[in-house]
């Protein structure tokens, strides 16, 4: 049973936001880029959320984001954070 965190974790949101942004980004992009680039992040990051949440956190976690983590995640995943 994942251990459960809730208001222990204030970053949960950001990485459940994370997670479906990397579930949409699999579907724009060709398979080798995906599997070269993203699966290994997207499998790190499920495997995270499968050891401290349930899928039914999550739509609660989501309603907990802000625009501006929002705009920080979408940023990094078009790689407007690279050096």
Same mark, same amino acid.
């Given at each position: ?47 995270? $959320? ?25 940023? $990094? ?7």
């Amino acid at each position: 049973m994942p251990q459960r965190f809730g208001d222990r974790a204030p970053h949960l949101p950001r990485i459940v936001y994370l997670f479906q942004s990397l579930q949409a980004l699999r579907s724009a992009v060709p398979a080798a880029v995906w599997t070269a680039d993203w699966e290994t992040h997207h499998r790190r990051v499920g495997d995270l $959320l499968d050891q401290h949440t349930d899928p039914g956190q999550h739509p609660a976690l989501l309603a907990k984001l802000t625009g501006k983590e929002r705009d920080l995640i979408d940023r $990094l995943l078009e790689r407007r954070l690279d050096p």
